[in-house]
């Protein structure tokens, strides 16, 4: 099992401590997103196993909990325009990285071993400089034995404030973490990888929960009042349904940047679908005194209660509906007409016939892949022929393209699989342009988007210089393949 090997090559990478890919010389600095006089907060961090009751009271702990700071769902909040210097140590018994999600942050603050930086060794330390340009819900998880270490907790939130928001006037904030556990009837962890998983939709949960409680939570907030959702798939293979039982819903953020309000009640089947590692912040109008708004995931046969407003009468009359505008992004557009187009096709391994010669041995990155403990035991997939070492192909493709600095892309992503697959760009926010699949959504700004069978999506970009990973975030596809890199200079 990849947490095993993880654990077994714990000393093994160590020997790469020294690695720095700023050695290599030929990789320029990523252009700095926040101005150097920004503000500074230092945020010590930790990531060490721990015992959480999972499966409700009275029913045996878990072992072996991996928490950052000791609190299993830690929150980080901090303004816009702060820049987060993160002292990070591994406390766990196998190395891990910080990967900041759709942050956009210097290449080499990006926490991916062996493209950005070597894996913490146990007892390692590290850190992370972390500017916050942009506001929104975002978290931070490992980018070694990804599927191992988040399945059993190991993730964070982090929510920027936008201090503009504050204008809009909601009563309330409630945030829902969709992440389910994998365990058996005794509390104990079950693998999270499985090779009939990792080749199909992915190994699911054995128990469903919301915000780490399987049951959901029943929130008050103030009758005829506005209420600010904030979802996250924090789950390594589920895709959700989002929908709620109101007309008064409104979709205003994608993965924390702002869109013209999107009634739900305007979307295909009345709901916004996420898979994993995305985000999206719903605007509720909640109803009179003593009535419900109940929001479920509609993708499972019985729809699945991830949570319930209660509308208590705090004195607030009933006004018409009008879903909130958040303050336009701040993101670098792409420029749409002058980009060059690359087509990058989602494929099962089976049908990569030729794959592109890995980066010779002697090659530092090269070098670090192998002796790095952060990728997958199995090869199931593939991005244009090409898939990320695995198993005993230790080694580190070419990149997926060389792009230029500040130029603009759009990628064209084809799944040409059976299975849904969701599409994460490091260290840059897109533009989902358009969908064949998909007529009629307005384009919007995304750092991960879902890209379903048979589907074309194009995303518009402009290209930051570092190196950034490319993959989908259902973490066994990942840990099997599904992930490229992109070398911007
Ligand atoms: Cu949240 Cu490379 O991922
Ligand atoms: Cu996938």
């Not at 989602?346 to 592109?356: F, L, N, R, W, Y």
Request: with cysteine; charged share 20%; aromatic share 8%.
């Amino acid at each position: 099992m990849i947490s095993r090997r993880a654990m077994l090559l714990g000393s093994a990478a160590a020997g790469v401590a020294g690695f720095a890919p700023s050695a290599l010389g030929r990789m320029p600095v990523s252009r700095d997103t926040l101005p150097k006089s920004a503000p500074v907060r230092h945020l010590s961090l930790s990531a060490a196993e721990m015992e959480v009751a999972l499966l409700g009271p009275d029913r045996p702990k878990t072992q072996g909990f991996c928490a950052y700071n000791g609190t299993p769902f830690l929150s980080v909040r901090a303004p816009m325009g702060t820049r987060l210097l993160v002292d990070f140590e591994n406390r766990l018994p196998s190395p891990t990285t910080v990967h900041w999600h759709g942050i956009r942050v210097p290449y080499l603050s990006d926490g991916v071993s062996p493209i950005t930086q070597a894996p913490v060794p146990t007892g390692g330390r590290f850190s992370y400089d972390v500017p916050l340009p942009d506001p929104g819900l975002y978290f931070f998880h490992p980018h070694c034995d990804e599927t191992g270490q988040v399945g059993r907790g190991l993730f964070a939130l982090l929510i920027v404030d936008d201090p503009a928001d504050a204008r809009l006037g909601f009563d309330l904030e409630h945030i829902i973490v969709v992440k389910d556990w994998r365990l058996d009837d005794q509390g104990r962890w079950l693998p999270a990888f499985t090779d009939e998983g990792a080749s199909t939709a992915g190994t699911f949960g054995t128990v469903r929960a919301t915000n780490g409680s399987v049951t959901p939570p029943r929130v008050e907030a103030p009758a005829h009042g506005d209420v600010r959702l904030r979802v996250i798939v924090a789950d390594s293979t589920r895709t959700i349904d989002l929908g709620c039982e109101t007309e008064e819903a409104a979709l205003i953020a994608v993965d924390g940047q702002a869109l013209t309000p999107l009634p739900l009640s305007r979307l295909p089947d009345e709901i916004w679908r996420m898979g994993a590692a995305m985000r999206a912040d719903v605007h509720v109008r909640m109803p009179g005194p003593g009535e419900e708004v109940k929001v479920y995931d509609y993708r499972t046969a019985e729809p699945y209660l991830l949570t319930t407003l209660v509308a208590v009468d705090k004195g607030k009359k009933k006004t018409p509906f009008r879903p909130k505008a958040l303050p336009a992004a701040k993101v670098p557009l792409p420029d749409v007409k002058r980009a060059t187009k690359l087509d990058f096709l989602v494929q099962t391994s089976a049908g990569a016939t030729a794959i592109a010669p890995p980066l010779p041995a002697d090659d530092p990155l090269a070098k670090a892949l192998i002796d790095s403990a952060c990728v997958g035991s199995k090869t199931f997939w593939a991005i244009n022929r090409t898939s990320w070492g695995a198993g005993a192909d230790l080694r580190l493709p070419p990149p997926l393209q060389v792009l230029k600095d500040q130029e603009s892309y759009i990628l064209s992503i084809s799944n040409v699989t059976k299975h849904v697959h969701p599409m994460h760009l490091h260290g840059h926010v897109f533009r989902v342009l358009s969908s064949s699949k998909k007529p009629g959504i307005p384009p919007y700004l995304a750092d991960t988007v879902l890209v379903e069978p048979n589907e074309s999506v194009d995303i518009a970009f402009r290209a930051n210089s570092g190196n950034w990973v490319f993959h989908c975030h259902i973490l066994e596809h990942m840990d099997s393949g599904l992930m490229g890199w992109f070398r911007v200079a």
